[in-house]
């Protein structure tokens, strides 16, 4: 077994545990420790996070900031930041670009953050009434995700807020969630407002149990767990999807079906999955010509541009994407002879007699249908995030007011497309806070 060793951080010390799992890469080689937090700890960790007091939202902004650079430039419990990104890589099988590349977003990104929250936050007043904003709790979960580094930026917004947080991290990637947690106490978080607490699944389920609010990211079984549960965000599936309107430039509209389908490795909840257009012939010769051009290969490798995953998975993928795409599960599969694989990017013609079904994969997968058959809102079901290329700012609106679609981007701008701080499958500050209202003026007397 390797080196790393990554155990329950609880009041800014490490705990470790006696149960646990091995930490592999894609490969199947274990490189390190994953403890456990047992659940007399993980109730101990609760009731100091209880009893914490957040420290003033100045602090808290200045606390961020410097993490942020942290993460970015420093090392981080012996970890430079090119020895994360081999080791989150190489366990997530994320490109290592993608990786490096959140390390030069994650300073911007928490800017983003600082400049938003204190306006979220601000009261406003009417006369003599005050709205003001007021968190929805004190104590926070996240179930972390593994598909791309960049989602955890989230975090900060929670400590931003003044909630104190429990990380539970992903069995395949807890480099990230680490880095960040140990980067926020170095920063000058107070040590007892946050956690770092892994768990298996039933350990997962009793700390959303536990707290007031909580961040869940996964697949289509996640969601359908916490769907019903109004404390709970999930952040699941996104159907993103990308849609032609009239007098839509066609080299524009490849070139923003390929980055809405590649972008960051293809796996992102806002990687377009579906493309509704006029000529999807011509289209997907042009899209496939330039997702062919993707560079495979190992994932700690700087030219790798599209996920890999353990070899047995990438065959369970490979078969789920030959019933959705078409073609026997060999074609989409790439064995790389070291215990890994990686799946080709795909792009296919759905059946026009279909409803549109925007089936998401972990990897660059597209399926375009004919706009012929209608592009009203209604026919895209639940999208997470569209880009529209063509028509008119009416147009534009219907699509932007429809409760299934969330988010709308135009002008060439990929599906891919998100500020830190602004809302994404719903609004994490929304989720959060709450308004009240006060109001100072003597009620008259009847």
Same mark, same amino acid.
């Given at each position: 077994m390797g080196g790393y060793r990554i155990s329950p951080l609880i009041g800014g010390d490490y705990r470790p545990a006696r149960t646990g799992e091995p930490i592999r890469t894609v490969r199947g080689e274990d490189i390190g420790r994953l403890d456990f937090a047992s659940d007399l700890l993980a109730g101990l960790s609760i009731r100091r996070l209880r009893a914490a007091r957040p420290q003033p939202l100045v602090q808290r902004l200045e606390v961020i900031a410097d993490a942020a650079r942290l993460i970015a430039d420093e090392t981080v419990d012996g970890l430079s930041p090119m020895e994360y990104a081999l080791a989150q890589s190489a366990t997530s099988g994320t490109p290592l670009p993608v990786v490096t590349g959140f390390l030069q977003l994650v300073r911007p990104a928490v800017q983003q953050i600082i400049e938003i929250v204190p306006e979220e936050l601000a009261a406003q007043h009417y006369g003599r009434a005050t709205v003001s904003v007021h968190r929805r709790g004190d104590l926070a979960c996240v179930l972390s995700p593994a598909n791309h580094p960049a989602v955890h930026v989230a975090l900060f917004e929670l400590v931003a807020l003044g909630y104190n947080v @429990?990380?539970?991290?992903?069995?395949?990637?807890? !480099?990230?969630?680490?880095?960040?947690?140990?980067?926020?106490?170095?920063?000058?978080l107070a040590e007892?407002?946050?956690?770092?607490?892994?768990?298996?699944?039933?350990? *997962?389920?009793?700390?959303?149990?536990?707290?007031?609010?909580?961040?869940?990211?996964?697949?289509?079984?996640?969601?359908?767990?916490?769907?019903n549960r109004p404390d709970v965000l999930v952040q699941g599936p996104g159907n993103s999807k990308v849609l032609e309107l009239s007098g839509a430039d066609p080299d524009r509209l490849a070139q923003l079906l390929i980055a809405s389908?590649?972008?960051?490795?293809?796996?992102?909840?806002?990687?377009?999955?579906?493309? %509704?257009?006029?000529?999807?012939?011509?289209?997907?010769?042009?899209?496939?010509a330039s997702?062919?051009? %993707?560079?495979?290969?190992?994932?700690?490798?700087?030219?790798?541009?599209?996920?890999?995953?353990?070899?047995?998975?990438?065959?369970?993928?490979?078969?789920?994407? *030959?019933?959705?795409?078409?073609?026997?599960?060999?074609?989409?599969?790439?064995? %790389?002879?070291?215990?890994?694989?990686?799946?080709?990017?795909?792009?296919?013609?759905?059946?026009?007699?279909?409803?549109?079904?925007?089936?998401?994969?972990p990897f660059p997968a597209l399926e375009l249908y004919p706009a012929g058959s209608g592009t009203e809102p209604a026919r895209l079901g639940r999208t997470l995030s569209l880009a529209i290329l063509g028509g008119t700012d009416d147009?534009?609106?219907?699509?932007?007011?429809?409760?299934?679609?969330?988010?709308? !981007?135009?002008?060439?701008?990929?599906?891919?497309? !998100?500020?830190?701080?602004?809302?994404?499958?719903?609004?994490? @500050?929304?989720?959060?806070?709450?308004?009240?209202?006060?109001?100072?003026?003597? *009620?008259?007397?009847?």
């Open positions: @429990i990380v539970r991290p992903s069995r395949r990637d807890p !480099f990230t969630p680490a880095r960040i947690v140990r980067a926020l106490v170095d920063a000058g007892d407002t946050i956690a770092l607490l892994p768990t298996g699944h039933d350990g *997962a389920d009793r700390l959303v149990r536990e707290a007031d609010r909580s961040l869940v990211y996964g697949g289509p079984d996640v969601a359908r767990r916490y769907r389908t590649a972008d960051g490795g293809g796996g992102q909840c806002l990687n377009a999955s579906a493309g %509704l257009v006029g000529d999807p012939a011509a289209l997907s010769r042009t899209v496939a997702l062919d051009q %993707l560079r495979i290969g190992r994932p700690d490798d700087e030219s790798t541009q599209v996920p890999v995953f353990p070899l047995e998975q990438a065959r369970r993928l490979a078969e789920f994407a *030959a019933s959705v795409h078409g073609g026997p599960p060999g074609d989409h599969l790439v064995d %790389l002879a070291d215990g890994s694989a990686a799946l080709r990017p795909v792009v296919s013609i759905a059946d026009p007699e279909k409803p549109l079904r925007a089936t998401e994969l147009q534009v609106a219907t699509y932007l007011s429809a409760n299934n679609i969330r988010n709308v !981007f135009t002008g060439g701008t990929p599906t891919t497309c !998100f500020t830190p701080g602004t809302p994404h499958d719903g609004s994490i @500050i929304d989720h959060l806070t709450e308004r009240k209202t006060s109001n100072h003026l003597l *009620a008259e007397r009847i």
